[in-house]
């Protein structure tokens, strides 16, 4: 669960922003988002086309990491397993009211 990272993007027009959601900690999910790249139709600012470009392949590469992680198959059967019997709780009884209890006698 904690190294599942999920990629996404916002397109607006020729701007891309880059999103990440993922589960550090395995109970709270955090969701961030970087700062908008730009598409530049021109090829002198092709520079600045290629870093969205690279942005969109780091973000593939994770995409196939967590796909390789979701799909792994070896330890599915543990986990099958463990969500089948969860842990069980300890059993105790909670009495419908609580006795009153007795003062004792001073001599």
Sequence with gaps: MRK???PGFIHAGANLIKTNLDCPKGYVCR???EAPLEIYADV???SRTLDALVS???AKLKILNTM???N???NSSDNLKRWKN???AEKFDI???HYTPKKRKVV
């Design 4 to 6: 599942i990272n999920i």
């Design 31 to 33: 969701y961030m988002r």
């Design 44 to 46: 002198k600012q092709f």
């Design 56 to 58: 969109i392949i780091y």
């Design 68 to 70: 390789e992680i979701v």
């Design 72 to 74: 792994y198959t070896t």
């Design 86 to 88: 969860p842990r069980r």
């Design 95 to 97: 009495p419908d009211c």
